[in-house]
C-alpha cells in the first residue's frame, strides 16, 4: 500500500497544476478580448475594400448611420464647407447623435480611385493610424483612450485637402455605440459616407440665392434659435450648433423643410454660457452657418 501512496499523490498534484495552468491561460485569453478602448487597428470604416467593427464587436450587422453619425467640415473661419478648395486645411469634427456612455469611432477620406485623398493630422480627442487597403496606404482618424466616452461629445481632426483635384472626396466613417458591458458584446456599430465635392471655381446662382436667405438669431425669452431659410425642395434639416472652439453644444434633426420660405426653433436643453456660437444647417445636400451670441 506504501508504494502506491506515491504515485497516486504524484499524479493528483500533477493534475492539479495543470488545471491551475489551464485555468490561468482562460483567464488571461480573457483579458485579452478585443476591448479596443485606444480605438481598432487601421481598416474598419466598412469603405471598399475593408472590414468594419463588427468584426470584433459582437452587436449584429452595422446598421445605416446617416443620422447617428454627424460629421462637418469646417474652413478657417469656422464655416461648414461642402466643397474643397486644392490644398488647403480643414478642422473635421465628428459627433453621434445617441452621446452614447462608450463610444469609439474611426474614419477615412477617399477619392473616387478609393486612394487616400489628402492627409490627416490628430486632434486633441483622436489620433491618426495608418493601413495598407488593396496595395495603397491610408490614413484613419480614431478615438483615444481617452475620449471614448460621453464626457467628449465631438472628436475633431485635421485634414488637408489634396494639391490636385481628385474628384468628389468620400469621408467613411464607422461609429461604434458601445453598451459599456466590459465586453465586446452587444456593441451597435454605425456606418455613414459623407460627400466633399471636387472644387468648383464658381457657384451657381441657384447657391448662393439658396445661402442668401438662411438666418440665425437668438430667443433669449425661450432659450432657443430661431431659423428662417428657403428651401428648394423638400428634405431632412439637421442643425449642428458648436461654439467657437468646434465644440457641439446641440446636434439634431429637427423635421422636414418645405419648399420656399420656412421657419423653424430649436430650444436649447439647458441654458448656454454667454459668448458667440455657429449655428450649422444642413439641407439640400448643402451647408449653411450663421453666428449668434447668447447674452
Known amino acids: 500500500m506504501k508504494k502506491l501512496l ?7 498534484t500533477s493534475l492539479g497544476f495543470f488545471a491551475f495552468r489551464s485555468e490561468l491561460s482562460n483567464s488571461n485569453q480573457f483579458h485579452k478580448s478585443p476591448l479596443d478602448v485606444n480605438g481598432a487597428a487601421g481598416g474598419k470604416t466598412g469603405a471598399p475594400g475593408e472590414q468594419n467593427c463588427t468584426s470584433c464587436h459582437s452587436g449584429g450587422s452595422a446598421q445605416a448611420g446617416t443620422t447617428e453619425n454627424i460629421l462637418t ?7 461648414p464647407v461642402t466643397n474643397y478648395t486644392l490644398g488647403s486645411t480643414y478642422t473635421v469634427t465628428l459627433a453621434m447623435n445617441s452621446n452614447p456612455a462608450k463610444k469609439g469611432f474611426q474614419a477615412t477620406a477617399l477619392s473616387g ?4 485623398a489628402g492627409t490627416f493630422t490628430a486632434g486633441t480627442t483622436t489620433q491618426i493610424k495608418t493601413a495598407t487597403i488593396s496595395g495603397g496606404q491610408r490614413k484613419y482618424a ?3 483612450g481617452s475620449s471614448n466616452t ?13 494639391t490636385t483635384n481628385v474628384g468628389d472626396v468620400i469621408f467613411y466613417v464607422a461609429s461604434n455605440k458601445a453598451n459599456n458591458n466590459n465586453s465586446d458584446s452587444g456593441d451597435q456599430i454605425f456606418l455613414s459616407q459623407h460627400t466633399i465635392t471636387a472644387p468648383s471655381s464658381t457657384a451657381g446662382v441657384e447657391e448662393n440665392e439658396f445661402k442668401s436667405f438662411f438666418k440665425a438669431s437668438y ?3 425661450n432659450n432657443g434659435v430661431q431659423l428662417n431659410f428657403n428651401s428648394l425642395k423638400a428634405d431632412r434639416i439637421h442643425v449642428n450648433i458648436v461654439d467657437l472652439t468646434g465644440r457641439s453644444v446641440l446636434a439634431k434633426n429637427i423635421g422636414i423643410a418645405k419648399i420656399g420660405e420656412n421657419s423653424e426653433f430649436v430650444s436649447f436643453p439647458n441654458q448656454l454660457p454667454k459668448g458667440y456660437y455657429v449655428v450649422n444647417m444642413f439641407l439640400n445636400n448643402k451647408a449653411l452657418s450663421a453666428k449668434i451670441v447668447v447674452q
Not at 506515491?6 to 493528483?12: D, F, G, N, Q
Not at 467640415?73 to 464655416?79: P, T
Not at 460621453?150 to 489634396?162: I, K, M, Q, R
Open 113 to 116: 480611385n478609393n486612394a487616400m
Open 219 to 221: 430667443n433669449i425669452e
Open 142 to 144: 480614431d478615438h483615444k
Open 6 to 12: 506515491i504515485p497516486v499523490v504524484l499524479l493528483t
Open 150 to 162: 460621453s464626457a467628449t461629445p465631438l472628436w475633431s481632426w485635421t485634414w488637408t485637402a489634396p
Open 73 to 79: 467640415v469646417l474652413d478657417a473661419n469656422n464655416n
